[in-house]
């Protein structure tokens, strides 16, 4: 490679022929040059900057190259953690929404068994209720029915009473035990 680049720039030196004269001579400048030029090229080649210049090349290349396999290996690592982050919040996400379904059916369940519950109690009030009522209501017949009684008796009294003469009294006293001894025996 350095061979090929030492030849095309002697022959870019060479068409400029800006000295006058014979090109092999110690007096033309373009052959001191050319001669200069390929001393140089000489010494460089004697000192093997070529292979050194390569073999710096190389090793860069290399440490390019093994930058990029870990680059490589670090993305893998990297696209595995994701993946794993990403099935994590997967399932975290499917565990927060089964823990929301479960509470929402626990939440349906204590309202249903609330609305269970209020209706018993409901029923269980009517039916106080109208246990009450019907106790009140017989209360309240009672009362009227002793309270009829009372003014009957009274009133029956009171008729007897003016009615009644002492014969009569000691008759109906005499029938009345005859009643009882008739009962008792």
């Known amino acids: 490679m350095m061979k090929k680049l030492a030849a095309v720039l002697a022959l870019t030196a060479s068409p400029a022929m800006a000295a006058s004269g014979p090109f092999f001579s110690l007096q033309n400048t373009n052959f001191i040059v050319s001669v200069a030029f390929l001393i140089f090229v000489g010494i460089l080649l004697y000192a093997k900057v070529p292979g050194r210049i390569a073999g710096l090349l190389d090793g860069r290349a290399a440490q390019i190259k093994a930058e990029l396999d870990e680059a490589r290996a670090l993305r893998e690592e990297a696209k595995a953690l994701l993946a794993s982050y990403e099935k994590k919040h997967k399932q975290v996400q499917e565990q927060a929404d089964q823990i929301v379904a479960a509470a929402k059916k626990e939440a349906k369940a204590a309202a249903d068994q609330a609305k269970a519950e209020l209706k018993s109690s409901i029923a269980r009030r009517l039916a106080a209720a109208e246990e009450q009522i019907d106790a009140a209501e017989k209360g309240a017949i009672r009362a009227v029915r002793e309270q009829a009684i ?9 008729v007897l009473s003016k009615q009644m003469t002492a014969e009569g009294a000691a008759a109906s006293i005499d029938a009345a035990i005859a009643q009882v001894e008739a009962k008792l025996h």
Request: proline share 0%; charged share 10%; glycine share 0%.
């Open 150 to 158: 009372s003014v009957a008796v009274s009133a029956a009294a009171e």
